[in-house]
């Protein structure tokens, strides 16, 4: 089972994935993470982040495709975690979906623990995610 969420940013694209890029701005835009120490958004960088619950998280980026998506990988006890950011659209507008998916023996386990606070918050990191997009947008 796969968690995903979108919302429509009226920005295009690029902008939107320039906040993806910019790693140290994910806290100022995503209220469930305190802290990233990740050197950039390329594949195969590894790094962790600090969520606002939990455990600080070794994260792994294992694919990027610029100004479309990227991806990240947790590994939790026989179980991998994977977050997914998408960016789909027009000129004007670009519509971002974030997944999660849970794979491995324990990924049953691990969907019910923490599945159901991620499905519960992503709208929000949606949301500040659009909002900082947007508010960009009206700067440059």
């Known amino acids: 089972m796969t968690i995903v969420h979108r919302i429509t940013i009226n920005v295009p694209r690029e ?3 320039a906040l993806y890029a910019d790693v140290g701005s994910w806290p100022m835009w995503d209220s469930e993470t305190i802290e990233v120490g990740l050197s ?11 969520p606002r619950q939990g455990p600080t998280a070794k994260i792994r980026v294992i694919d990027v495709v610029p100004d479309r998506s990227f991806t990240v990988e947790a590994r939790l006890p026989l179980c991998r975690m994977q977050f997914g950011h998408e960016l789909d659209g027009t000129e004007s507008q670009t519509i971002a979906s974030h997944w999660v998916r849970f794979d491995g023996p324990l990924a049953f386990l691990f969907r019910r623990l923490i599945g159901s606070g991620i499905d519960r918050t992503l709208p929000n990191t949606l949301a500040g995610l659009k909002r900082a997009a947007e508010t ?3 700067q440059q």
């Open 40 to 50: 950039a958004l390329r594949s195969g960088a590894t790094g962790w982040l600090k």
């Open 136 to 138: 960009a947008g009206l």
């Open 15 to 17: 902008r939107v994935f």
